[in-house]
């Protein structure tokens, strides 16, 4: 029987061997941040975008890690969608979308952008291993990780791939219906030992394009009252803003382009408290 047999204890070995080139691998980087939310339609991958490019316009060496299996849009967030990923080593190098940002997706990796991408749980997770440790991410302040919504195979894979290592980020809207998926993604969080940096409060309110002023057309303040409830911090309101989702359509985080806007200021208030909440 080979000495690499799992009669032989060869399994244990390698597993033990795995983890240890996670933990090195992610022990380069500094701040492992993971953004979540209970449903889907709040906006989380463009929080997640405007994180990451936030966190970079300070002078972060930061990365953006989008792990939305079946429905990747960070790639058309930044611009960066028909681009793939380069090899060295066996080694993927995330793209650049600038100096100080790398991002990995599978969207990088899909031959059609337009491809349905029918994954079972083990495969989801072998993916999202590769994503960690299989790509050059090198030393950085952070790693924003952008997962789809819910409590499934993508959250769950990267929380138990990182262990504490992880915190969170969770989007929700203002909305009754949203709190609900919410509260579970908070319990979730619980369940896997995951500290909670706070809730981001979504379309929470509309700038009007005429005036610049913020109008609550929709209920407001549920985020808000939410955090409190659950003794969880909250990091801010982002209003809907013309000017965000004109930057996504172009492919443009709203950050860099639009840095004076409503929906802008409170995106760099969110990065605020994210960078000091990871210097406690």
Not at 101 to 107: F, K, N, P, Q, R
Not at 253 to 278: E, G, N, T
Request: aromatic share 4%; glycine share 12%; proline share 5%.
């Amino acid at each position: 029987m080979s000495e690499n047999s799992c009669g032989s204890g060869g399994c244990a070995t390698n597993k033990e061997a795995e983890e240890k080139k996670m933990a090195e691998l992610m022990g380069r980087i500094k701040n492992k941040i993971v953004v979540l939310s209970g449903k889907g339609g709040v906006g989380k991958s463009t929080v997640a975008a405007n994180l990451a490019v936030g966190l970079s316009l300070e002078g972060n060496k930061t990365g953006l890690l989008d792990v939305d299996v079946h429905g990747p849009s960070i790639p058309r967030l930044l611009k960066l969608t028909g681009t793939r990923p380069g090899v060295r080593n066996d080694t993927m190098i995330p793209v650049e979308y600038s100096w100080n940002l790398g991002v990995m997706s599978v969207g990088f990796l899909l031959p059609d952008e337009h491809e349905a991408v029918v994954w079972r749980g083990p495969v989801k997770g072998s993916v999202i291993k590769q994503f960690l440790d299989g790509v050059e991410w090198g030393e950085r302040d952070y790693l924003i990780i952008d997962c789809p919504p819910g409590t499934g195979d993508e959250p769950l894979s990267v929380l138990q791939f990182l262990g504490k290592d992880a915190k969170a980020v969770i989007v929700t809207s203002p909305q009754a219906v949203a709190m609900d998926d919410v509260r579970r993604s908070i319990t979730f969080c619980r369940l896997m030992d995951t500290e909670i940096i706070g809730i981001v409060e979504n379309m929470s309110g509309f700038v009007c394009p005429d005036c610049g002023a913020v109008h609550n057309i929709f209920d407001t303040g549920g985020g808000e009252r939410l955090a409190l409830d659950a003794g969880v911090p909250f990091l801010g309101r982002i209003p809907i803003d013309m000017e965000a989702a004109k930057a996504g359509d172009n492919g443009e985080a709203l950050l860099a382009v639009k840095s004076d806007s409503p929906a802008s200021q409170a995106f760099k208030h969110v990065v605020r408290a994210v960078i000091k909440s990871s210097k406690k």
